[in-house]
């Protein structure tokens, strides 16, 4: 069993900058991906980033691209957030995987709990 523990969400100002964290504790595990979703309240789960663990290629929503990014390895993994905006709020979940597909939620098999972002106009 794999755990995975998101921390650093919070409340910022559109334009500001968070950084979450993630942490796996457990068996040994080598997933081929570790990647970031977010849920909004009434909205469907959504990409966000991910990467690859034996290459370190990082790969974005376009959402995510040029403001976000995704750094670590599989026991710790960031995502650095800047200029965020209200449409950023929302539920940020950690997630590995060991499929070589990554943009999907079905792609991954570890979840953690999640933290919530809100970012205020």
């Known amino acids: 069993q794999v755990y995975l523990v998101e921390s650093g969400g919070g409340s910022v100002q559109a334009g500001g900058s968070l950084r979450l964290s993630c942490t796996a504790s457990?068996?040994?595990?080598?997933?081929?991906?570790m990647g970031w979703f977010r849920q909004a309240p009434g909205k469907e789960r959504q990409f966000v980033a991910a990467?690859?663990?034996?290459?370190?290629n990082a790969y974005y929503a376009d959402s995510a691209t040029g403001r976000f990014t995704i750094s670590g390895d599989k026991y710790t993994l960031y995502l650095q957030m800047d200029s965020l905006k209200p449409q950023d709020t929302a539920v940020y979940y950690c997630?590995?995987?060991?499929?070589?597909?990554?943009?999907?939620?079905?792609?991954?098999?570890?979840w953690g709990q999640g933290t919530q972002v809100t970012v205020s106009s």
């Open positions: 997630a590995a995987g060991y499929r070589s597909t990554y943009a999907r939620g079905d792609d991954y098999d570890s």
């Open positions: 457990g068996r040994t595990f080598n997933p081929y991906f």
């Open positions: 990467l690859k663990i034996n290459d370190g």
